[in-house]
């Protein structure tokens, strides 16, 4: 076993700042002013400059969470999000969406998880005293908003498919896909349409989403669809080359979507490699568009047309929104658009 002194140097003490104010010769109250940036504070550009040097010396890292409970209120942003996002778009959402909060001086804490319950948000979360939470729509329940601003939470931001009456929502609209899609397949003369839409037969929270955003999409294309009336065809198809494979020999034998909406481009690659196998002409027997726009698009032959999710624009925005939520600044629980979906048309369609 090993003694004290053993275990000492081993690890060793923390820089604190009674050993800032010792090695700067000066005061822990005024180490405490600089640190701090204290408004008001009377230390002099000489002094302020011996305890910036002296605290970079000692390798002096700040204690956020002492720190915030000395001030009364945290600035800590929450970002708890389930294993939903399986594809690198809503990881670089998210990542961006870090940067764009720690620019405006937040401290960001992301943690994924593959089940949250109100409990974990009612216990866990505010036990951490965050001064803004980012969450999924559906884990917000009242006693999750009012637990959480019974710890000084100021900001919850919401993330969904429709807007809630709880808190702001960063929405993602998964019907206005729909309407794009079919806009851009009727402008090109197809009126029969065919829709994948992810079974939801798993019984994780990813299957089920992926259901609910398919049916969203067919929603969408519908209501265009049926003013032009257009037939539009729902399929119910695992991601899953075996099934595929089948659907598309049925297809040689019967009547088929003269276009087809994959739901996504991994959907789309496989049903393209079985649809040219079988004898079909891309886009002339069938056409195809995906979604995600993922680079081997236009590597694709034909190169494959997509849903491109424009992030870009977004991110400094939602942050803004964000800090705008936490500085008192928004009234009532409005919703702002979280992509802005564009077609990138290519010889698939």
């Known amino acids: 076993m090993k003694s004290g002194d053993e275990h000492d140097s081993a690890f060793p003490r923390t820089p604190t700042i009674i050993d800032i104010a010792k090695q700067a010769k000066v005061s822990r109250a005024t180490v405490s002013y600089v640190l701090n940036n204290t408004p008001n504070a009377r230390?002099?550009?000489?002094?302020?400059?011996?305890?910036?040097?002296?605290?970079a010396e000692l390798g002096y890292i700040p204690h956020s969470f002492a720190r915030s409970l000395r001030a009364g209120r945290s600035n800590l942003i929450l970002l708890p999000i389930p294993t939903l996002y399986e594809n690198y778009i809503e990881?670089?959402?998210?990542?961006?969406?870090?940067?764009?909060?720690?620019?405006?001086?937040?401290?960001?804490?992301?943690?994924?998880?593959r089940h949250l319950h109100e409990q974990d948000l009612v216990t866990t979360w505010a036990s951490l005293r965050p001064i803004?939470?980012?969450?999924?729509?559906?884990?917000?329940?009242p006693r999750v908003v009012d637990t959480l601003r019974s710890v000084g939470t100021r900001g919850i931001l919401l993330t969904g498919s429709t807007p809630s009456v709880l808190a702001p929502t960063l929405l993602r609209?998964?019907?206005?896909?729909?309407?794009?899609?079919?806009?851009?397949?009727?402008?090109?003369?197809?009126?029969?349409?065919g829709v994948i839409v992810p079974p939801g037969d798993g019984q994780d929270d990813r299957s089920r989403?992926?259901?609910?955003?398919?049916?969203?999409?067919?929603?969408?294309?519908?209501?265009v669809a049926q003013v032009h009336e257009a037939v539009v065809e729902a399929i119910d198809l695992p991601c899953d080359?075996?099934?595929?494979?089948?659907?598309?020999?049925?297809?040689?034998?019967?009547?088929w979507p003269r276009a087809l909406f994959t739901y996504s481009d991994d959907y789309a690659i496989m049903l393209m490699s079985a649809l040219l196998d079988r004898g079909f002409r891309i886009p002339e027997d069938i056409a195809l568009i995906g979604s995600d726009d993922l680079h081997i698009c236009t590597l694709l032959r034909p190169q494959l047309s997509s849903i491109r999710f424009d992030y870009s624009f977004s991110t400094t925005r939602v942050a803004a929104f964000f800090h705008a939520i936490i500085q008192g600044e928004i009234e009532g629980n409005p919703s702002i658009p979280q992509y802005a979906p564009k077609i990138i048309a290519r010889t698939s369609s």
């Not at 990881?91 to 998880?113: D, F, R, T, W």
């Not at 803004?132 to 329940?141: A, D, N, R």
């Open 43 to 55: 230390v002099g550009l000489g002094t302020r400059e011996r305890v910036l040097t002296a605290a």
């Open 91 to 113: 990881n670089i959402l998210l990542s961006e969406l870090s940067e764009a909060l720690k620019q405006l001086g937040y401290m960001v804490l992301i943690h994924p998880e």
């Open 132 to 141: 803004g939470v980012f969450m999924e729509s559906k884990l917000c329940t």
């Open 173 to 193: 609209d998964q019907v206005h896909i729909g309407r794009l899609v079919s806009q851009h397949l009727l402008e090109r003369g197809y009126r029969h349409i």
């Open 209 to 223: 989403l992926h259901r609910e955003n398919g049916l969203d999409r067919l929603q969408g294309i519908r209501q």
């Open 241 to 255: 080359e075996e099934a595929i494979n089948a659907l598309v020999t049925q297809w040689q034998g019967r009547t």
